[in-house]
């Protein structure tokens, strides 16, 4: 296989005095969706936050693309080509959808078009004109992820993108990622809800009390049902 | 690591060494009238009982007013009317101008704790502008010439205060009483909760208590200590004047208690001590008092957000503060 | 005849309101553009308001520059002074309680005011409007001076304008979404740090053309500053700092409140602000346009 686009090593980070990653290793290859699961609090948006640098006291080391995100400016991992989507969508009340959507610069070439992202998302179209925060929690979601489509970035985090939504547009957020997949983005997702990570996820990292302890390809998620029930208390 | 023990034989080495100092300082505060100029003396006691007072809301409740010149100078012109148009004894004038800076403190306060943090600054600023145009209005005041020649008269018709060693140590007794009260206020329980607001507005809010009294509570004594300073400064200096009451003196109170340390116990007293000190010697030295003080405030926050005394506290380990 | 005053007084009253009412628009358009982001009180506003008219009156000065050329320079120089001292200073403030920046700006506004005083005192100094906008106008029902008619035209154009800057420009959507959560529009590639210094920048030179515009109506002293931020301060009260469009008309309707008071009880005019922020405190705690606590 290729160099990983994506690797850490050894990560540990810190809220304030409180120890919360304790040496993670992850790789993320090109075109590759990994799944991060665990139960809540074991770490996995902290990982993503560290990933991102918006979780500054960490130590380590983080690359992408064989670059440093270690000591680069919160402003420059994105230009570097990650794009974030938060747990808690970070939909902007103060800016329309459009003005939301249009928001994150471009760093890139290759990102899709406005029609292209409608086309994806047909509910932003209609309101393109609404107070960002109006929408539905579905249709944050779609456009918390719709505005990372734009910039030309190569890789996704996604923090829990189907958290408290109903079935349909949790199937629709499926769509989504697997025709973002099949362009050949790369896709790191943190989710609680394995039965729909694994529909789109080519490989699992299991996660505990700030570790990685476990890491196995789709293939094997049946067999790992029994380890994972307990894990994950499902 | 130090057992319990240790910490406690060292605590209370602190304690200790603690009460050694404020004995020492009590001694040199007796003798320094025969080393240094009292007067000098004198206003550097108003000045630092004025500043502890200040400490007493912002470094153990966490307010921040920038309206204090209108507790100190007011009670300066309550006092010295008083005691020159009305003829009262000087005791009498400085109970009346700790009381009349109660007052207005209750008024302020009452209007200022609806908000919080920078706009609870603002507020008290303009309420405290708002006076100084009612000084400069207000006939009893005498405008821009002051009340001046007030007469330092008898302490309770029998201590003659114009001579100088009997002034000297009525103020330093009024600067220790007042330090003391203060102690005992930030040492009592009521003290540990506006430590808790000031630490956690919502937790002490969620514990039951009711946050808008206790900081009122604490806004009144600390107005009625600045004016017992301001009252004290009227009959030292024998005039009041509009510049107590100007919001530059505010921020000199401010700049006093950030220098020195922002709560500590002493360190406002510290702070004043090198204010005035600055300001003297540059009265002579032809160097603008304004840039010196705006220098010093941006160092400070810059540099040694703790003060002087915050710093050397944070220097040495197992001091307590 | 109005209430027993003649037309022409209260009319002419309502004015210098109106006049006033512009400059604490314009400044307290500036405080709220820097507070919204920086979540800093810019207590140097009143300083640099009165940078700005002395700018105008020393490019006269020293290098014979008039009016016009001033009203673009003034504002420029105290932006670029702004950013500076953001850069350098300022920027390490922003982790901390916000008390420090406004004692931060306190100390300096002492230092550019002692500055100026040391170097021309304190009484005013006179600087003549342009030729252009000399004389007056008879409007039948009044005799307005062209020079204040200009300055209320244009302070009304300049919060207009960076209200709409703000509103419908890309730069003011990443204003508002700094203000609102300045870490993800930064994780987003956005350079909020640079973003802060030009909101500064800005904020101050809002400051500095409202000097520049104040320097023909008032004299130019260095003490034109300190009063008027207090009195700004009192404004920014009442409308609260959430909203632009707020602090804006606030502004207005406390300078025309003040020219009313001239004219029916002028003992309390320098006090009727702080009279008004006492009310609303009363009935409305967090301003007649705030949601901030």
Redesign the interface.
């Known amino acids: 296989m290729s160099e990983p686009l994506l690797a850490l090593r050894g990560l540990n980070a810190w809220y304030g005095e409180g120890h919360a990653l304790h040496g993670v290793d992850l790789d993320v290859f090109p075109g590759e969706t990994v799944t991060l699961l665990g139960r809540n609090g074991v770490g996995k948006t902290t990982t993503l936050r560290a990933i991102?640098?918006?979780i500054r006291k960490r130590t380590g080391t983080t690359t992408f693309g064989g670059r440093d995100l270690m000591h680069m400016p919160?402003?420059?991992?994105?230009?570097a080509g990650l794009g974030?989507v938060?747990e808690e969508r970070?939909i902007?009340?103060?800016?329309s959808v459009d003005?939301n959507l249009?928001?994150?610069?471009v760093?890139a070439p290759g990102g899709m078009s406005l029609d292209e992202i409608f086309t994806l998302f047909p509910n932003l179209k209609t309101r393109r004109n609404s107070q960002g925060t109006k929408l539905s929690g579905g249709e944050q979601q779609m456009l918390a992820m719709a505005r990372m489509l734009r910039?030309g970035v190569k890789m996704l985090l996604l923090d829990e993108p189907t958290e408290g939504l109903a079935p349909v547009i949790v199937q629709r957020i499926g769509e989504v990622l697997a025709e973002l997949k099949a362009r050949g983005m790369t896709i790191l997702l943190v989710e609680q809800n394995f039965r729909f990570a694994r529909r789109i996820a080519d490989r699992f990292y299991l996660m505990e009390h700030g570790k990685i302890t476990a890491s196995f390809p789709v293939g094997e998620l049946d067999q790992r049902m029994a380890l994972l029930g307990e894990v994950l208390g499902v | 690591m130090t057992d319990l023990g240790a910490t406690a034989r060292q605590a209370s080495a602190t304690a200790r060494l603690e009460w050694l100092l404020v004995g020492l300082g009590v001694a040199g505060l007796l003798a320094a009238p025969f080393f240094l100029y009292p007067i000098f003396l004198m206003k550097i006691m108003c000045f630092a009982l004025f500043a502890c007072a200040f400490n007493l809301l912002l470094g153990y409740t966490g307010l921040l007013s920038f309206g204090h010149a209108a507790f100190f100078g007011g009670a300066a012109y309550f006092c010295a009317h008083a005691v020159k148009d009305w003829g009262w004894t000087p005791e009498a004038g400085i109970l009346l101008g700790t009381v009349g800076a109660a007052l207005l403190g209750l008024v302020m306060g009452f209007f200022a704790i609806r908000r919080q943090g920078i706009y609870f600054a603002m507020i008290t600023l303009a309420l405290a502008q708002m006076f100084f145009f009612f000084c400069v209005q207000a006939p009893f005041t005498r405008g821009e010439d002051g009340i001046q020649g007030v007469p330092r008269g008898h302490l309770f018709g029998l201590v003659d205060l114009s001579q100088p060693l009997n002034i000297y140590y009525t103020v330093a007794a009024i600067f220790l009483i007042g330090l003391f009260a203060i102690w005992r206020i930030v040492n009592s329980p009521f003290g540990m909760i506006l430590r808790s607001i000031r630490e956690n507005e919502n937790r002490a809010v969620s514990l039951g208590y009711s946050v808008a009294n206790y900081k009122l509570a604490a806004f009144v004594m600390s107005a009625a200590l600045a004016g017992l300073a301001g009252a004290t400064k009227a009959i030292v200096f024998q005039f009041a004047t509009l510049t107590d009451v100007t919001w530059q003196m505010s921020g000199e109170v401010i700049l006093m208690t950030l220098l020195g340390g922002i709560g500590t116990m002493i360190g406002p007293a510290v702070g004043a001590t090198l204010v005035v000190t600055l300001q003297n010697t540059l009265a002579t030295s032809g160097f603008p008092v304004t840039i010196a003080t705006g220098l010093i405030f941006m160092i400070c926050v810059l540099l040694f957000r703790r003060g002087i005394v915050g710093e050397i506290y944070a220097k040495l380990p197992g001091i307590k503060k | 005849m109005i209430f027993g005053i003649p037309l022409q007084a209260f009319l002419g009253q309502l004015l210098v309101g109106l006049i006033n009412g512009s400059f604490y628009a314009m400044l307290s358009l500036g405080l709220a553009v820097i507070f919204g982001m920086l979540k800093i009180i810019n207590f140097a506003h009143g300083a640099q308001y009165m940078f700005g008219a002395f700018v105008g009156f020393l490019l006269l000065q020293w290098l014979n520059i008039g009016y016009w050329p001033a009203l673009v320079l003034a504002p420029l120089v105290v932006g670029v002074v702004g950013m500076v001292v953001e850069r350098t200073m300022l920027s390490r403030l922003y982790s901390l309680d916000p008390l420090y920046g406004l004692l931060f700006t306190f100390g300096l506004a002492l230092v550019i005011e002692g500055v100026f005083r040391y170097c021309y005192g304190v009484s005013g100094q006179p600087y003549a409007a342009p030729d252009a906008l000399s004389g007056g106008t008879n409007l039948g029902f009044m005799f307005l001076p062209n020079y204040r008619g200009w300055v209320v035209v244009s302070s009304l154009v300049v919060c207009l304008g960076t209200w709409l800057a703000i509103e419908k420009t890309k730069l003011g959507a990443y204003l508002r979404a700094a203000t609102e959560n300045p870490k993800l529009v930064q994780a987003f590639g956005v350079n909020v740090p640079v973003l802060l210094t030009l909101t500064y920048g800005l904020g101050s030179a809002l400051a500095g053309l409202a000097g520049i515009l104040a320097a023909p109506v008032y004299q130019v002293s260095p003490l034109m500053g300190s009063d008027l931020i207090i009195v700004v301060f009192a404004v920014v009260v009442v409308g609260g700092m959430g909203s632009i469009l707020g602090a804006v008309i606030t502004g207005y309707v406390l300078g025309l409140a003040e020219g009313l008071t001239k004219v029916f009880y002028p003992e309390a005019s320098n006090i009727v602000v702080f009279v008004i922020m006492a009310i609303v405190l009363l009935v409305r705690p967090a301003g007649l346009f705030g949601k901030d606590a």
């Open positions: 991102m640098g918006l919160l402003h420059h991992v994105a230009r974030f938060p970070g902007f009340s103060t800016l003005e249009n928001l994150p610069p760093v910039t």
